[in-house]
């Protein structure tokens, strides 16, 4: 079965603060896609990268990098020098690979409250 | 481009009635998904349409729950005999099928409050 543990309930953090998320993930398939994505107070999920299981290497993106480990299964998110706009909920989420549906399976989510 | 738009954003019913949602998604993209996000949880799957066809339906949606996608555009979800355990977000998303191309994007999501 697939599942994604995001342990984190809530985080607060004062702007300027640099903070990450974590995500650990189980699945028994060899290739599959993890993903993150935002959910501001308006309720839209906005889509912040994909990653396939084939490819390791950590990505940079302005103030957002990621750490994929295959070792430990997990898809940590860090956020640096936090903004009171990166205030939002936070999910993880897992796919399969090439399969018939890749329907997402998500986390409960991480509420991120950045504080001025 | 346009993205990936829902109608209504908000829908409020009384228990029993019957509400019918909209998810229009990107033109492009030939795959569609419905999700139901309750509080305080991460969206669930509920069904996949590949064009036309309904390739997958969860558990989760009862026999109450029907959706379609005629002509592989546009879908629609409706909920016959509503229950108050049916209000949560009822979100749609769509991606299109190819080489990396698996990503899927969220519309704004339809509010349901059953009273």
């Known amino acids: 079965a697939q599942k994604v543990t995001q342990a984190q309930t809530e985080i607060s953090v004062v702007e300027k603060e640099d903070v990450t998320l974590d995500c650990v993930y189980e699945?028994?398939?060899?290739?599959?896609?993890l993903f993150w994505y935002k959910q501001p107070p308006s309720g839209e999920l906005v889509f912040l990268i994909r990653?396939?299981?084939?490819?390791?290497q950590n990505e940079i993106s302005g103030r957002y990098s990621w750490n994929f480990q295959k070792s430990t299964s997990s898809f940590n998110f860090t956020i640096t020098a936090s903004q009171v706009v990166d205030s939002a909920v936070y999910f993880c989420a897992l796919s399969n690979f090439g399969g018939a549906t890749n329907k997402l399976i998500f986390g409960t989510g991480t509420l991120l409250a950045v504080q001025p | 481009d346009t993205g990936v738009s829902q109608d209504p954003r908000h829908k409020i019913t009384k228990r029993g009635q019957n509400v019918t949602f909209r998810c229009d998604p990107i033109?492009?993209?030939?795959?569609l998904y419905w999700y139901r996000q309750t509080l305080g949880q991460g969206p669930e799957f509920l069904t996949y349409f590949q064009n036309e066809a309904q390739l997958e339906k969860s558990r989760l949606l009862s026999d109450r729950f029907s959706a379609e996608r005629p002509k592989g555009s546009f879908s629609t979800l409706e909920i016959q005999r509503t229950e108050q355990g049916d209000s949560a977000m009822y979100l749609c998303?769509?991606?299109?099928?190819?080489?990396?191309?698996?990503?899927?994007?969220f519309g704004p999501g339809t509010r349901l409050l059953v009273l």
């Open positions: 033109s492009e993209h030939n795959r």
């Open positions: 699945t028994r398939d060899t290739t599959y896609y």
């Open positions: 990653r396939n299981s084939f490819d390791e």
């Open positions: 998303a769509s991606s299109f099928n190819g080489q990396n191309q698996e990503t899927q994007y």
